[in-house]
Structures are given as C-alpha cells and as structure tokens.
C-alpha cells in the first residue's frame, strides 16, 4: 500500500506600497502542507521577514541571498521575485522539505533558484562549495533551545567565509529563559535589533507583536579592540 500523500493548500500574499507615485505591488503563492507532521505552513516570523524584505526591495536586486531552513520558503521566494540570486536550503536529512521548496519555486514561476541540503551544524561539501553570499536569511530557526548552537555554526562558518555579510532573522520570544547572547559571544558574533512594526500586516501576521528580527555580523578585530579597550 503506497504512503498516503499529504494535501496542500495555497496560501496567497499581497505585498504593497501605495507611498510612491505610482503604487507597487508583489503577489506570491505558497504551497502549505497540511499534515501536523511536516509542519510546513506559513509562520508569523517568516511573514514579517517576507515583509521586511520587500520593503528593502531595491537593496535585494542582483544580491546572493541564502535561506536557512527555509520549509515554504516565502521569504527566499520574495527575495528572489525582487531580483536577487536566491539559494534555498533546509535539512539534508528530510527530502520533503526540500521538495516543498521547489515546490514554491515552481507555483511563483522561479527556474532559477537552487535548493540544496543544508544541515545546521554540519560542515558538509554544499555548504562549503557555496559562492559568495550578501545576505542570509533564517525565520524561525532559533525554535528548539538545543538547535540554537548548530544553527549559529552554520552562520558563523558562512560570516567567516562572507564578512561583509549578515544574518537576517526573525524569531518568536516563547520564554523569557531562551537567549542566544552567550552563544554569539563564543562564536564571536554580534547583532542588532531591527524595528519591523510596520513591516507585517494584520491579516497575515495576528502575533506580530511577539515576532522579533536581529541582523547578525561577524566581530571584526576593530570590535574586539573595542570590547577589550
């Protein structure tokens, strides 16, 4: 008996900007798997992120941008429907996350943006192999405590190899115990928060006012001298 094929649903996005003179808008479709299993919908955190990116639209043209974890993808997918050169990645270990990934791309009629498998923690040939990156993006990835320090190995090794790029990520504060400041200190990272009130809207993101973004950077030696000074 073949495995039951779980339902998908399409879950649309409008993106505006009615403040210029002639009125901008991105529409995006993005496939949600609905079985509790597989856990790909549509999250707050990946709505604000999707939101902050279209608003830095003009930032994003001709830019290589990697998507950690990406599930649905809808903020590589916005990305790349603004002109950047997109790579998509989640776990190497799960072939229907990466599947849905494509599955994004195909539904938003992107040919050209790679998927690949990416393990957080692991220093795998993909991940080594990767060309030069400006910017990486990570919306709700620091969810389970234990996958706070794998996740940041990845992007301390991809800021090390990139230093003139940053993290940029959202995240949900479910514990007032949960922190990632010790970890950035031992990876010699550093971050700043980021305002995005104005970046969901009301209808795609009820719990925005817990969603969070931070842009992480690696510490250059003139940090560190100013730390230390």
Known sequence: MEPRKPSIAFKEFTFEDVKKTTAEFLSVSIPEVLDPQYGMYVWPCAVVLARYLWTQR?????????????????????????????????????????ENCR????????????????????ISPDLVLLPKLDIILGSDVFYE????????????????????????????????????????????????????????????????HSVHMMMITVKTQEDHRTVTS
């Open 103 to 122: 599955r994004s791309c195909e539904v938003n009629g992107l040919s050209d943006v790679v998927v690949i498998g990416l393990t957080w923690g692991e």
């Open 145 to 208: 405590p234990q996958d706070f320090e794998d996740v940041l190995v990845t992007v301390a090794f991809l800021l090390r190899k990139n230093p003139s790029a940053q993290f940029w990520t959202t995240y949900q504060e479910r514990s007032a115990d949960w922190s990632i400041e010790v970890l950035l200190h031992r990876w010699q990272l550093q971050c700043v928060e980021v305002h995005v009130e104005d970046c969901a809207a009301d209808e795609c993101s009820p719990d925005r």
């Open 58 to 98: 003009e930032e994003l043209t001709h830019k290589s941008v990697l998507e950690l974890g990406a599930g649905v993808s809808l903020p590589g997918v916005v990305a790349a429907l603004c002109g950047a050169q997109v790579i998509l990645s989640d776990n190497a270990r799960i072939p229907l996350c990466l």
